[in-house]
């Protein structure tokens, strides 16, 4: 019987020839002459916290364990005599571009063409030592030495460059590649978990660091931080090694000091994230520069560990997407003084000093202005300095409203199409060429179906849950009636509500001359013909039609005249056959965690409080049979790829729902160790992703996301496990950075992009629609306003601003839905099935809580209040377990 393991990487090599070719990639390399001299002898150190392992030859770091888990390496040393090549990067080398004069630029690479290194004496502090001349070309204008030294016991590496030459020299690039184990590829699940790791950046100037995290997401965490001149400006992607880049390898990166010889070149014309910035080298002039590793006991404790070591630490409240209409918060924590603080471009943020909390924190007010991405530039009195890259959007209210416009206008597709029959739709879209999708070499983007294709529709629905606009869902309406029912999905015979995968196809031979683009290479293994794009075997689009159902049940069932093309009971039983559908159509990838699977569980709960008992059962059954199946798992977190990022949203939540708590933390220790927080909009909550460009974007390449739909699907088990743990702020920062993340890349106009480019040559959307609407789906069910207090930070709000006299804590609503409000310390969860908040109060000496209501609208004019405490009782009727609350022409005060 073949293995879990073997269907995955069988499932992803049908899935993507991309993966096969990278397998071709592995071969070749083996083949290669070994050149870093890894058959020779290895020095090895000890030191407080690491096992350091070197290549004696190269004095490159082959092993770097922790002394706590000698069993786990933060390096691929599993890889090491595959790697042992010419122009493989390991931890050690070091990048230069340098020029003399008016001369070109000349890079220069230790790992381009190994040669044994010479060793140099060493004493004290120092561990190893070496002159790197002999694997640099000879012309090179500098001398480099590498050492190995303990400074305050922490293991520091450090590069001494001195200029050899009689005129001064300009360094416009300087990287120290971070080479750690993110190779996947041939590994099952349990080993990824117990073995590899991913890194994130923090690219923050003299407060910039890289976090190293274990898969399972459990401690150790290696920080690595700058230690002497090695400010964290860029963060260059190494294409150039060899190690094939594939859906198992997302590549390395290195930490740059210097760009400018890259911003002149390469990256000419792009906006980076922090100004790039060269070194002027005088004749026989030496500078170091060094980086520490140091260990975190969890992810959870990397601020405090941050401090521990004399690093600025700041936080954002609400995080580094910031609303027009917020008033954002920010706190430094830093032993030095703020000198000064700049922001560019100038007048984009407004920032009003607050003094400091009662812990001594430093706090600002933040105003949005301008919007678009900006950099605030914070320079302490000790020399160092901080930037911290923000994103200025509209308010949340305009976002969605836009979206919601351009996708029901611009995308709105309505032309003739008798053989594909995709009309009315919304359909993909290419924001470049400012034009609708109805070709694309990949059938599915153009075909209303799978992620890359059913994007634009399913964010259109999941836009209406949160800000319904009539107008809009009549055209919903249409595109259920003529194109949803009966052409995406049908019923034909035994085979009920099956979904498609496609339906457009490539099948020229049997379609009129002229159907297909000339300019369009169709000879692809994404060029599905009729019978493929018909298969049903795909559960992954299944979600997708089940939450357009179930966003018209709410909408018909607890507002008047929104929807009047079926009942509400009709959408609830086709949501419901749907959800049934996935598990007999599509059983085999079943198994795995779905993107939006969470909608299951709010359709089962709607049967449950509908008293369809029979439905509800049998929809539970089903749902628990898989959720036995991940319990049995170590790691249930696979999907037609061999490691994903988006199942872990189902996953946890019916693990959650079926009491299975172990299973739910570990699901949720592996989102952690994927989705980090720091001061960085780009990389807060950004839920790693990074082969979805090759299938649903136009830039088309392996290379980490911006807030993919991972980031939004992600923060839905991250907030749910908050409100379980409201004293956990960590929680509350990475959950919301993945909501807010999730609609960052809605342009001006309301364009919804695939995701934004982190490539330092490109910082930019990508001008196709792609799937992002399940990154809508994962705002739209999770958008939610938080009222908590922190030890040192004071009272917060996230989504709202606060207000604060004597006693009462008020805040103003501020998300699109204004539906769901959580007030920390009393563990209260609002929400509300139609109708919007206002306001709510929270009166810290009474705990007494009091809710605004806006006033009734022409479709809702009852309020459906849920309240997650049952000694509350309220004097108004219970319809379906929610209090019916008749609204006012004025807004409306309930008291809890």
Avoid: C
């Avoid at 980076?272 to 070194?279: D, I």
């Avoid at 030496?286 to 700041?314: D, R």
């Amino acid at each position: 019987m073949r293995t879990l393991k073997y269907k995955m990487v069988l499932a992803t090599a049908l899935f993507s020839g991309f993966y096969v070719q990278a397998q071709g990639y592995w071969d070749r390399l083996k083949d290669k002459e070994p050149t870093l001299g890894v058959a020779d002898i290895y020095q090895k150190f000890i030191t407080p916290d690491f096992e350091l392992k070197l290549v004696k030859s190269s004095q490159t770091i082959a092993e770097l364990r922790p002394v706590k888990n000698l069993n786990f390496d933060f390096t691929p040393s599993d890889r090491l005599e595959i790697r042992d090549k010419d122009g493989l990067y390991h931890l050690g080398d070091i990048n230069l571009r340098i020029k003399q004069g008016d001369a070109d630029w000349i890079s220069y690479s230790t790992a381009a063409k190994r040669r044994t290194v010479t060793p140099l004496e060493v004493s004290g502090n120092v561990l190893a030592a070496a002159d790197l001349a002999n694997t640099l070309p000879s012309d090179i204008p500098v001398t480099i030495k590498r050492y190995y030294e303990l400074v305050d016991e922490h293991l520091v590496m450090r590069f001494e460059i001195t200029n050899k030459t009689n005129s001064s020299i300009e360094i416009g690039a300087l990287g120290i590649p971070m080479i750690f184990n993110n190779i996947l590829e041939g590994k099952s699940l349990n080993e990824t978990h117990a073995q590899n790791v991913f890194f994130d950046p923090y690219i923050g100037l003299d407060a910039g660091y890289l976090e190293v995290k274990r898969l399972s997401g459990q401690g150790p965490v290696l920080l690595v931080l700058p230690q002497e001149h090695l400010p964290f400006e860029a963060y260059r992607p190494l294409n150039d090694d060899p190690t094939p880049r594939s859906i198992v390898f997302e590549g390395f990166h290195e930490w740059m000091v210097y760009s400018k010889a890259y911003a002149e070149n390469e990256w000419k014309g792009v906006e980076q994230w922090n100004t790039p910035t060269a070194l002027i080298l005088e004749p026989g002039k030496s500078k170091s520069f060094s980086l520490k590793l140091v260990l975190s006991e969890s992810i959870e404790n990397i601020q405090t560990t941050l401090k521990e070591e004399q690093q600025p630490v700041a936080t954002g409240v609400p995080g580094y997407v910031i609303p027009l209409d917020i008033k954002a918060q920010l706190f430094i924590d830093y032993s030095s003084d703020i000198s000064s603080i700049a922001v560019a471009p100038k007048g984009a943020i407004k920032i009003k000093g607050d003094g400091v909390t009662e812990k001594g924190v430093k706090k600002y007010t933040l105003e949005g202005k301008i919007w678009g991405r900006s950099v605030v530039t914070i320079t302490f009195a000790d020399g160092k300095k901080q930037t911290i890259n923000y994103k200025v959007i509209k308010s949340e209210s305009d976002v969605i409203k836009d979206f919601g416009h351009f996708l029901t206008t611009e995308q709105w597709f309505d032309e003739p199409d008798p053989i594909f029959k995709r009309n009315p739709s919304v359909i993909s879209y290419d924001y470049e060429t400012k034009k609708q999708l109805t070709q694309d070499s990949r059938a599915w983007v153009a075909g209303l179906s799978d992620e890359g294709g059913a994007g634009g529709w399913l964010a259109a629905f999941m836009k209406q849950l949160i800000q319904p606009n009539k107008e809009e869902i009549n055209k919903l309406q249409m595109f259920i009636d003529s194109t949803l029912w009966g052409n995406i999905q049908y019923n034909e015979g035994k085979k009920k509500y099956g979904v498609k995968k496609s339906v457009f196809y490539y099948e020229p031979d049997s379609l009129p001359k002229g159907t297909y683009s000339d300019s369009i290479n169709y000879n692809t293994w994404a060029a599905w013909n009729h019978e493929h794009a018909n298969d049903q075997g795909r559960s992954y689009n299944y979600p997708h039609v089940a939450a357009a159902y179930w966003v018209m049940y709410r909408l018909a069932r607890y507002n008047e005249g929104l929807v009047d093309n079926q009942t509400w009971d009709w959408y609830l039983k086709q949501a419901y056959n749907t959800a049934i559908a996935m598990v007999e159509q599509a059983p085999y990838y079943v198994q795995f965690g779905q993107m939006e699977g969470s909608v299951f569980l709010y359709i089962l709960k709607d049967l449950q409080r509908e008293d369809y008992t029979e439905m509800a059962t049998n929809l539970e059954v089903r749902m628990k049979k898989r959720a036995d199946h991940w319990e049995a798992l170590e790691y249930p977190f696979g999907s037609e790829m061999p490691w994903d990022s988006t199942g872990q949203e189902e996953v946890y939540m019916w693990s959650d729902y079926f009491g299975y708590r172990r299973k739910a933390w570990v699901t949720l220790r592996a989102i952690l160790a994927y989705m980090p927080t720091m001061p960085h909009w780009a990389y807060n909550g950004n839920a790693r992703r990074y082969w979805d460009f090759l299938y649903g974007g136009k830039l088309s390449r392996v290379e980490r996301q911006i807030h993919h739909y991972g980031s939004s699907l992600n923060a839905i088990p991250v907030l749910e496990q908050y409100r379980k743990r409201p004293e956990d702020l960590y929680l509350l920062k990475v959950g919301y950075g993945g909501l807010l993340g999730g609609i960052s890349n809605i342009t001006q106009d309301g364009f919804g992009p695939a995701a934004f480019h982190s490539y330092p040559s490109t910082l930019r959307i990508d001008y196709l629609s792609g799937d992002y609407g399940s990154g809508l789906y994962g705002y739209a069910v999770n958008t939610s306003t938080y009222l908590t207090k922190d030890e040192n930070l004071g009272w917060l709000a996230f989504g709202g601003n606060l207000e604060k006299k004597g006693d009462v804590v008020s805040v103003s609503l501020t998300t699109a839905a204004k539906s769901k409000v959580y007030i920390a310390p009393k563990k209260m969860w609002l929400t509300l099935d139609a109708g919007t908040f206002n306001k709510v109060i929270y009166n810290t000496k009474t705990e007494g809580v009091t809710l605004v209501l806006n006033p009734k609208t022409e479709f809702t004019p009852n309020a459906f209040l849920r309240v997650n405490n049952d000694e509350i009782k309220l004097p108004y009727t219970k319809v379906r377990g929610a209090y019916q609350i008749p609204l006012k022409k004025k807004i409306l005060e309930v008291k809890l």
